[in-house]
């Protein structure tokens, strides 16, 4: 390994030693926060129930979001409480919605289809560094192959018979790349989400 | 959630140098990729020659043991064959 390589690589790994040390103590920050608003609601809450007279057994937790049996006014105002404090909670929520609805998955589905762009998927892929060099250039040369094929079968009018197989082979090199692709996950999706597209320009490209 | 933590640093150390492929691992999965066996993700005693033309000739063992030639053409063309 080279020395510049190298030192990259150190680089890297500082970079990640010093996101992941805040991480770990944003994460601290959060869990104290936490821990101190349910304790909080679950004083509130003693306190609401005994002015209602509920029993104290019959109290569950409100921070971890359990409904409570008997729910009295005072309790629910008790309850209501800690659902409002953490300020990201509004977001997540919106973003779980969105991720339930099927409707709104399909709307997403459709608008990345709508913007697979062949020329900047084509790019990214000689631009990403998940791959090297030597092993693009070998996958270029089995892409090439396969068009030589369908351009072969295409003038002795045999693609239509020889079409499964084609077919087969194009999702098996799809797979390999796929496979290639797991330091850049983000490409890897994309490139199976627009699979259809490629394999369609690919017998397109020969007519 | 120090476990977490642990974990996910852990992972991160391994998942680093991946990220950035070397020309050990580069050739190593090119030999592969062409259907030969390489006994591990990176050759050694990566010899490298070329000529005038544009073409390149590799030369890498594997960790099995086995050497291997790499030709890569001037229009890129990637022929792998074992050395004997």
Partial sequence: MSHSKLSVNLLWRLALVIGLTFLSACACKHDVKASGAGKQSQVHADESIAMAGQPQSEVTDSSKGVENPIPGPAVQEADAKPKQAPSEAPSKQVAVVAKSDGKALAVDGGEKKADINMDVLIERLKQTPAIGVFTKLAIRGDILDLKDEIQTYKQKSMLQSKLDDIRARFDGLLIKIMALLQADPALSKDLYTARESIWKSLLGANT | ?84
């Fill in chain 2, 1 to 84: 959630m120090k476990h977490l933590l642990l974990t996910i640093f852990a992972l991160s150390l391994s998942v680093a140098p991946a990220l950035a492929v070397t020309p050990a691992e580069d050739i190593a999965t090119t030999i592969m990729l062409r259907g030969y066996d390489c006994g591990g993700r990176q050759v050694t005693n990566i010899d490298e020659q070329a000529d005038g033309m544009g073409n390149k000739t590799i030369r890498a063992t594997c960790p099995n043991g086995v050497r291997y030639q790499i030709n890569i053409s001037a229009d890129g063309r990637v022929q792998v064959k074992p050395l004997r």
